[in-house]
């Protein structure tokens, strides 16, 4: 459901309007989307753009002025249940996608809270003893009939080995025989000395710790943005792009708002008969998103748009 506007006065309310277009104005005048027939309004008092679920105020430059939750306002950028007062009467906005947005954020901090015990998990000591421990589990009952059967075994020769020699020293010789020796080092540490047919269990390298204890990484924020002028007499002049929204140009001639994006930056035409040009090319009514080194042309101004 689209954002909206419920245009009230001394509590009662008058209207609902739907933000249904990209731009649109509150004033006096009848050519107005949204006409408030009271002189302390202005013929053109406020301007109000939407670009995807966000919407941003302007104040146009109004004889009285715009309020907002009791503060008086240029530009704004609109949050669910915020009123704009404008004389005597308030607009309240309304925004169900951008609560959906609220819920979303709050369930993936909850969910990432849920995943910091798997994300302080990194492969240490205890990580990598627990395969071996599970591995010795395995082999022991593999090996338990033979151990047991040991005192009845008829080749005294190991017995007297493993009498003069030891407990070590039987696995490494039987490691040597099989070829095993290199692949048996982490399992060196095993009190009990297996048997040599037993020796290629036991000799089994521990498994990889599983991938899934790596985190996910968040998607990256986009890169601090500028825009320097080129010509005019502003020549020179650098402007950073740290706000979600600036607007640019000379208002009644041509106007533009850049908004900076998750995904990067934008350019909307906001106001003007003529659309800004970028690259050598008029532009439309729909944003466009800005790269690296874009030449802007706005109310006879050049800029270059440029990553810092």
Do not use: C, W
């Amino acid at each position: 459901m689209a954002s909206k506007l419920i245009l009230s006065m001394d509590g009662a309310v008058l209207k609902e309007y739907i933000l249904g277009k990209e731009r649109m104005t509150i004033g006096r005048k009848p050519h107005n989307d949204i006409v408030i027939d009271n002189l302390a309004v202005s013929g053109e008092h406020a301007a109000i753009l939407t670009i995807l679920n966000d919407s941003f105020l302007e104040d146009l430059d109004s004889t009285n002025g715009v309020m907002v939750n009791g503060a008086q306002i240029k530009k704004h950028f609109l949050q669910n249940n915020d009123v704009v007062e404008i004389g005597k009467y308030k607009l309240k906005y309304m925004s169900d996608q951008q609560q959906g947005q609220v819920a979303a954020a709050d369930d993936f901090e909850k969910t990432m809270v849920l995943r910091a015990p798997i994300k302080t998990q990194q492969p240490g000591a205890s990580q990598v003893a627990a395969p071996q421990v599970a591995a010795s589990q395995v082999v022991a009952p593999q090996a338990a009939a033979p151990q047991a059967a040991a005192p009845q075994s008829k080749a005294p020769g190991l017995d007297a080995a493993m009498k003069t020699q030891s407990n070590l020293a039987p696995s490494l010789q039987a490691y040597e025989k099989t070829g095993r020796f290199e692949a048996s080092k982490p399992q060196a540490a095993v009190s009990q000395p297996a048997p040599a047919g037993q020796v290629g269990v036991a000799a089994s390298p521990a498994p990889a710790a599983p991938a899934a204890t790596v985190a996910p990484v968040p998607p990256a924020q986009p890169t601090l943005a500028t825009v320097q002028i080129l010509s005019g007499p502003n020549i020179g002049k650098e402007l950073d792009l740290v706000k979600n929204l600036t607007t640019l140009g000379k208002p009644g001639v041509q106007v533009a708002v850049l908004t900076r994006r998750p995904h990067g930056y934008f350019i909307t035409h906001v106001e003007g008969a003529t659309y800004p040009a970028l690259n050598g090319k008029t532009l439309d009514e729909h944003p466009h998103q800005l790269n690296d080194h874009d030449i802007i042309e706005l109310a006879g101004i050049k800029m270059e748009f440029y990553f810092k």
